[in-house]
């Protein structure tokens, strides 16, 4: 069996910048077990399977695996799978159906580049000392969803980039996201800085830092609309790669912007 198979680093304007994310369209669904090998043979962040969506709610059905799991949202490997399928289709616009994330969509936008919607994840102040004890570092407030996700506000830039946490033990207390997150900086020369900057940590999901995560700014535009005082700003995710986008909260959607790059396009053969 041959399947298409396209590598996109997304959030990202050029190659070896951003997350990286296999997207893979399908005739038809294959057997769970086989989709986490692949992904698992991928060793991406992510890997994004698409099947033409037969109930007419939206253009495909759409399904995310790291190396270890199925995740209940992803949202690089969403603009990624939006990029492919535009480029390789047409049109400005392209919708999908999932499981547990409800119905996601990626647009064009007037320059280059791409825009994905994300339902909101809210978060409320809370407590998890355990959690705190293994960033390394002690935030200035915790707040958390009851959807595994966690943010841990730090009082700036550079805290963030210090971080050394102990991955093992934060895996040990589930697939949880911990997103640590503080104002950006201002930029060197004549840019400016982003407004904000974040890491992610995923050792419970199979993915210790996540290069740039769509679904933690899900988190983070609602949290960071409040407390700048406006509805869109700019973010940067201070991994190794790194990667930029451009938040902005409408209603109950978070809308992130950033470009894609493909870098391999191909065939994976599948046997049996």
């Known amino acids: 069996m041959r399947l298409p198979y396209w590598h996109v680093d997304a959030f990202a304007a050029r190659p070896f910048a951003g997350n990286?994310?296999?997207?893979?369209?399908?005739?038809?669904?294959?057997p769970d077990e086989?989709?986490?090998a692949i992904a698992s043979e991928n060793m991406f962040a992510e890997t994004a399977f698409v099947v033409k969506d037969a109930t007419g709610a939206a253009d495909w059905e759409l399904r995310w695996f790291t190396p270890a799991c199925e995740v209940r949202l992803?949202?690089?490997?969403?603009?990624?799978?939006?990029?492919?399928?535009?480029?390789?289709?047409?049109?400005?616009?392209?919708?999908?159906?999932?499981?547990r994330a409800g119905l996601l969509e990626v647009r064009r936008t007037a320059g280059r580049g791409y825009e994905l919607a994300l339902p909101v994840i809210p978060t409320a102040p809370?407590?998890?000392?355990?959690?705190?004890?293994?960033?390394?570092a002690e935030p200035k407030e915790v707040w958390r969803s009851p959807d595994r996700y966690g943010i841990y506000?730090?009082?700036s830039e550079a805290e963030v980039r210090a971080l050394d946490p102990d991955l093992k033990g934060l895996g040990a207390l589930g697939d949880d996201q911990f997103i640590c997150t503080a104002p950006g900086e201002p930029g060197s020369g004549t840019g400016a800085g982003p407004d904000v900057v974040s890491r992610v940590f995923v050792p419970g999901g199979g993915v210790d830092?996540?290069?740039?995560t769509g679904s933690a700014h899900a988190a983070l535009t609602p949290f960071w609309a409040a407390r700048l005082g406006r509805t869109s700003f700019t973010a940067h995710q201070a991994s190794r790669r790194g990667g930029d986008l451009a938040c902005r909260l409408d209603g109950g959607q978070a809308w992130l912007g950033g470009d894609c790059v493909t870098v391999v396009?191909?065939?994976f053969y599948l046997e049996g």
């Open 209 to 212: 830092e996540d290069s740039v």
């Open 153 to 155: 506000l730090f009082g």
């Open 34 to 36: 086989t989709l986490q």
């Open 265 to 267: 396009e191909g065939t």
């Open 126 to 136: 809370g407590e998890w000392p355990e959690a705190v004890a293994l960033l390394g």
């Open 74 to 99: 992803c949202g690089h490997a969403t603009l990624a799978s939006g990029h492919v399928l535009l480029e390789r289709d047409g049109g400005d616009q392209v919708t999908f159906r999932t499981r």
């Open 20 to 30: 990286q994310a296999a997207v893979m369209p399908l005739g038809e669904w294959l």
